[in-house]
């Protein structure tokens, strides 16, 4: 079942695919992130990419980025390219 336009790209989501899919698209995101949890703040860079990524999480709150197929694309790769380099980061450091 699709619904056209829910209130916003979550409540979509959850109207698409209920709570429990909702929560595995979330967990997605998470498990990367609590994998790497110490090591995502060393890097600027990587703040920088997380926080762009935060930043249209919290947007897809009121309206519709998801909705693009090149946002989606742009959002993971952004998001496993600061992982990974958070990761590459890392274990440059424990080499030196």
């Known amino acids: ?3 056209h336009d829910a209130h ?3 409540l979509q989501s959850i109207s698409e695919v ?3 899919g909702t929560a595995l698209l979330g967990l997605c995101a998470l498990v990367p992130l609590y994998h790497r949890r110490r090591s ?3 890097n600027l860079l990587v703040r920088y990419l997380l926080a762009g990524c935060g930043m249209l999480v919290l947007y897809a709150a ?3 980025p998801f909705g ?3 946002v989606v694309a ?3 790769m952004t998001f496993f390219c600061a992982v990974q380099y958070s990761r590459l980061d890392a274990s440059s450091e ?3």
């Open 1 to 3: 079942m699709y619904f």
């Open 8 to 10: 916003s790209d979550w």
């Open 18 to 20: 209920g709570f429990v």
């Open 40 to 42: 995502l703040g060393a």
């Open 62 to 64: 009121i309206e519709f």
């Open 68 to 70: 693009n197929r090149a």
């Open 74 to 76: 742009a959002f993971w």
């Open 94 to 96: 424990r080499r030196a």
